[in-house]
């Protein structure tokens, strides 16, 4: 069975930083393309980063590059996103799911809430 | 960037219509488009990707089409449990692989 389980949101401050994990299981994570997706309060859905397999390659949306970083640790199943420099724009809903290049994310964690306020 | 946009944004019917929903990307995407199903405080459901190609389990009045930059997702015989908000991706040019603004389907 796949599961895809994210953690560590939470509410912080402005500028403050905040690291997202995602554990995956049930598939193979180690051959899989890993994204991150948000979707602020009543809005749409945001592709924020990427990561390729082994790592080596990572990839951001505007809105997040230069404050956000993507990383991975295949020997745990497991890939991060280390938030700092947030501001109340950050306010969201994070998704992690797999990422099937041409084919989109068949596999979605449920989501953990940031939310950035003071 | 590519940009995507859906028509409608909101849209209104009745269990067993048959219901299409359009997504238009700023450049051409050759048939690289997927759709995903997304209900209320749970995570988006894949349903169709290279287009037309319905994922395994997706039930079959599900149906995609298009190539280029105009893309259709249609529902025949609504049903219940099809009243959510959808989104079409582009996953031609990536990064980033861009969403569309959604299309909520209300009863």
């Known amino acids: 069975e796949v599961q895809v389980l994210e953690s560590g949101g939470k509410l912080v401050q402005p500028g403050g930083s905040l690291r997202l994990s995602c554990a995956a299981s049930g598939f193979t994570f180690n051959s899989s393309v890993m994204a991150w997706v948000r979707q602020a309060p009543g809005k749409g859905l945001e592709w924020v980063s990427g990561?390729?397999?082994?790592?080596?390659?990572?990839y951001y949306a505007d809105s997040v590059k230069g404050r956000f970083t993507i990383a991975r640790d295949n020997s745990k199943n497991t890939v991060y996103l280390q938030m700092d420099s947030l501001r109340a724009e950050d306010t969201a809903v994070y998704y992690c799911?797999?990422?099937?290049?041409?084919?989109?994310?068949?596999?979605w964690g449920q989501g953990t809430l940031v939310t950035v306020s003071s | 960037d590519i940009h995507l946009t859906q028509s409608p944004s909101f849209l209104s019917a009745s269990v067993g219509d048959r219901v299409t929903i359009t997504c238009r990307a700023s450049r051409d995407l050759d048939s690289y488009l997927a759709w995903y199903q997304q209900k209320p405080g749970k995570a988006p459901h894949l349903l169709i990707y290279t287009a037309s190609t319905l994922r395994s389990g997706v039930p079959s009045r599900f149906s995609g089409s298009g190539s280029g930059t105009e893309f259709t997702l249609t529902i025949s015989n609504l049903q219940p449990e099809d009243f959510a908000t959808y989104y079409c991706?582009?996953?031609?040019?990536?990064?980033?692989?861009?969403f569309g603004q959604g299309t909520k389907l209300e009863i």
């Open positions: 799911a797999n990422l099937r290049l041409g084919r989109g994310s068949d596999y």
């Open positions: 991706q582009q996953l031609n040019n990536y990064p980033p692989y861009t």
């Open positions: 990561i390729s397999e082994s790592g080596g390659s990572t």
